[in-house]
């Protein structure tokens, strides 16, 4: 079974960045890796996705140039980096894994496994 732990998360003025964390117990185990996201009265939306051997990524139109998503192999762990914050950002961020579907096939978002989140905020 594979356990995501996030963490990274908090306050910030807009404009400012973070680094979410995102620890993988099995990491071997899982396909491709994302990050989702969910505010308050709206859908969770995808913001970030890579495949397995961090060769594809994909992110959501709206923190396209903004935010990056990368691997540490050696530690087991996912990342999103997050530059350029805004209020619009704030939101619980989830990591998700998944054990057959590619990063590309993740963007319909039904993964496998879900941490169980992180939150971020953003003040202007």
């Known amino acids: 079974q594979v356990q995501l732990v996030e963490s990274g998360g908090g306050s910030v003025q807009a404009g400012g960045s973070l680094r979410l964390s995102c620890a993988v117990s099995v990491y071997s185990s899982v396909n491709c890796m994302a990050w989702f996201r969910q505010a308050p009265g709206k859908e969770r939306e995808g913001v970030a996705f890579?495949?397995?051997?961090?060769?594809?990524?994909y992110y959501a139109d709206s923190v396209k140039g903004r935010f990056t998503i990368s691997k540490d192999n050696a530690k087991n762990i996912l990342y999103l980096q997050m530059n350029s914050l805004k209020p619009e950002d704030s939101a619980m961020y989830y990591c998700?894994?998944?054990?057959?579907?590619?990063?590309?096939?993740?963007?319909?978002?039904?993964?496998?496994?879900w941490g169980k989140g992180t939150l971020v905020t953003i003040s202007s």
């Open positions: 998700a894994a998944d054990d057959q579907r590619t990063a590309y096939q993740a963007l319909e978002g039904y993964m496998d496994y």
């Open positions: 890579i495949s397995s051997g961090g060769g594809s990524t």
